[in-house]
């Protein structure tokens, strides 16, 4: 069984900065995707940005240039720098590990203010 437990969401005004973490423990495969999606009212959880164990990224259109993924596999965590933030990046956001199983963190809300 894999935990996830997420850090760093809050309330930020528009343009300003947040640093999310995400800490794995358990049963972990050494190969493995490590990422952030985020779910806004209303709407779908959508992909923010994945890194895999080898360091390649992909990130949402969305936040191409203000979003930066990073891990330290060391320490089975991943980090999002968010910089520029914007209203409608405004949501909960979820830690995920994708390895034999997809794992999910609770969820950590993010408001960015007009």
């Known amino acids: 069984q894999v935990q996830l437990v997420e850090s760093g969401g809050g309330l930020v005004q528009a343009g300003g900065s947040l640093r999310l973490s995400c800490a794995a423990s358990?049963?972990?495969?050494?190969?493995?995707?490590m990422g952030w999606y985020r779910q806004a009212p209303g709407k779908q959880r959508e992909l923010v940005a994945i890194?895999?164990?080898?360091?390649?990224?992909n990130y949402a259109d969305s936040v191409k240039g203000r979003f930066t993924i990073s891990r330290d596999s060391s320490k089975n965590t991943v980090y999002l720098q968010m910089n520029s933030l914007k209203p409608e990046d405004t949501a909960v956001y979820y830690c995920?590990?994708?390895?034999?199983?997809?794992?999910w963190g609770q969820g950590t809300q993010v408001t960015v203010s007009s």
């Open positions: 995920t590990l994708q390895a034999s199983s997809d794992y």
């Open positions: 358990g049963s972990i495969w050494r190969l493995n995707v």
């Open positions: 890194i895999t164990s080898r360091g390649i990224t």
